[in-house]
C-alpha cells in the first residue's frame, strides 16, 4: 500500500468516527514529511459548530505551525472541501489537496486549481459508498450541512 493510500485511509477512519458519533462521515489528515500532524472529521452536528467541517477539524489539530510546514504539508480529505475549507487551505499556503471523491459533492476544487494548488481526486470506492449510504440514511442532516 502506498503512501497515499495509507494517508487517504486514515482520513476515512476520521470520517467513520465521525459517523459513529452521529455527524457527517468526512474525515481530513494533515501530513508533513510523510508523517500525519493533524487529523479530524466533521463535527458540525456533535459540537453544534458551524465550522468544524473534516478539513478545519485537521488544522486545529495539527496546532499551530510555521508557515513553512503548511507549505510543505498535503491535506487528504475524503470529500471535496468546500469553499470555507478550500479558503482556509489556501489562507494557510497548502499546497497540495488528494480528495477522496467529489462525485456525492463538488466542493471549491476550481478555486484551489486557480490558486495554483495542486487537487489530485481518487475517486475511492470506499469514500464514494460511506457518503452515499449517509446520504440515503440521514437526507435531512446532508441537506442541512449544505445549506439546501
Not at 494533515?30 to 477539524?57: A, F, K, T, W
Not at 470506492?125 to 442541512?144: G, Y
Request: hydrophobic content about 40%.
Amino acid at each position: 500500500m502506498s503512501d497515499t493510500d495509507l494517508f487517504m485511509q486514515a482520513a476515512i477512519e476520521e470520517a467513520k468516527q465521525g459517523l459513529a458519533e452521529g455527524g457527517i462521515p468526512i474525515g481530513s489528515v494533515l501530513v508533513y514529511q510523510g508523517e500525519i500532524i493533524g487529523r479530524g472529521h466533521n463535527r458540525r452536528v456533535q459540537q453544534g459548530s458551524p465550522i468544524l467541517h473534516g478539513e478545519m477539524d485537521a488544522l486545529e489539530n495539527a496546532g499551530r505551525q510555521s508557515a513553512q510546514v503548511y507549505r510543505d504539508s498535503v491535506i487528504y480529505t475524503t470529500l471535496s472541501p468546500c469553499c470555507m475549507c478550500s479558503g482556509a487551505i489556501e489562507l494557510y499556503g497548502i499546497r497540495k489537496v488528494i480528495v477522496g471523491e467529489n462525485q456525492t459533492f463538488m466542493g471549491a476544487e476550481q478555486r484551489l486549481r486557480d490558486a495554483s494548488i495542486e487537487v489530485e481526486v481518487r475517486q475511492d470506492a470506499e469514500c464514494i459508498q460511506l457518503m452515499k449510504d449517509f446520504i440515503a440514511a440521514r437526507p435531512d442532516l446532508w441537506n442541512e450541512d449544505i445549506g439546501v
